[in-house]
């Protein structure tokens, strides 16, 4: 079934769906649509390792709705025996993480061919 995606743009490399945002500028509503998006594509089976692309320009958003549905994404993923990879995560996007205390919680690579060679090492 092929479908359509409003928020996110997605690229297959092997196993791996290497996930891009269309806009690096979300309101509520676009994240809640994108975090859909993204949980369509676990759910219907077509990904289960996922590199998620935050860049390559910072992210401006609601940054405590943005970080629960990447939390809420993560644990989907895991749920079905998959994992999420954060890449071109901007310094200043990295430091929200920091300062959350959430970037423990993540496995974040430079790109998506870094992301990528994640699952083959």
């Known amino acids: 079934m092929t479908r359509l995606h409003r928020h996110i743009q997605v ?3 092997g196993e791996v769906c290497c996930v891009r945002l269309c806009h690096h500028r979300l309101d509520e509503p676009m994240i809640y649509e994108m975090s859909d998006e993204l949980r369509a594509l676990v ?3 077509v990904c289960r390792r996922m590199a ?12 405590s709705v943005f970080l629960a549905k990447l939390i809420a994404l993560q ?7 998959g994992e999420l990879v954060l890449c071109e995560v901007q310094p ?15 496995h974040f ?3 998506f061919t870094a992301a990528a060679a994640h699952w083959t090492v």
């Open 109 to 111: 690579a430079p790109d």
């Open 52 to 63: 998620l692309s935050l860049g390559p320009d910072a992210l401006e958003c609601m940054y």
């Open 11 to 13: 690229e297959k490399r």
């Open 75 to 81: 644990r989907i993923l895991r749920e079905h025996q």
């Open 43 to 45: 759910e219907d089976g």
């Open 92 to 106: 200043e996007v990295r430091e929200i993480f920091r300062a959350c205390g959430m970037e423990e919680m993540f």
